[in-house]
């Protein structure tokens, strides 16, 4: 059985979903907390998002052709089983802003902070940012991380400020190796 906390469905453009507390308690596998199908210029904005369930459990899931939407400042926590992921986007997915999320996924087989199922031809965005100053990833050209956002925690701290990125005065810093990939 899948569970969903929030499903957005296609062909939805300017959705906004902000401050809520949004879970799923499944006792199987396919928990989203939520799921963006089709959507457009969408804003899901401070939310907190918990998912429970055996295998693929997913905080935010951007489901094909879900473009121009803002990710931003969400507390995301997936809970249990193997492919567990803070955000799934898939295919056709394309120029997404992630700004400012604390994403925590169980380290475990498959599960990853965030997941990015896109073609090497598609970007989205990953920003952190406060009033000290922001890490932006660029676009080098081909392969590089923004055509493929898939991050995965080795430490169990997830990504976010103050967990394992810092911004302060003078200062930025990014742990790199909580991460088994290179960011």
């Keep these: 059985t899948t569970n969903f906390g929030i499903y957005v469905l296609q062909a939805c453009y300017d959705t906004l979903i902000y401050s809520n507390t949004i879970s799923t308690d499944g006792t199987g596998s396919s928990n ?20 429970n369930g055996t295998s693929g459990v997913y905080g935010i899931k951007l489901e094909s052709g879900t473009n121009g939407s803002v990710i931003d400042n969400n507390i ?11 955000i799934q986007i898939e295919t056709e997915s394309s120029s997404n802003l992630l700004l400012n999320n604390n994403i925590t996924a169980d380290v475990g087989s498959g599960s990853f902070i965030i997941r990015d199922d896109t073609n090497s031809n598609i970007l989205n965005y990953l920003v952190y940012n406060n009033s000290f100053g922001e890490i932006r990833w660029r676009d080098n050209g081909t392969e590089s991380f923004l055509r493929n956002l898939t991050v995965e925690s080795t430490s169990g701290l997830g990504l976010g ?23």
């Design 76 to 86: 995301i926590t997936p809970r249990v089983g193997s492919g567990s992921h803070g």
């Design 161 to 183: 400020l103050d967990r394992n990125l810092f911004i302060g005065d003078n200062v930025v810093a990014l742990n790199t190796s909580a991460f088994s990939v290179d960011l």
């Design 32 to 51: 989203h907390g939520l799921a963006l199908q089709q959507s457009f210029n969408s804003s899901i904005i401070n939310n907190t998002i918990i998912t």
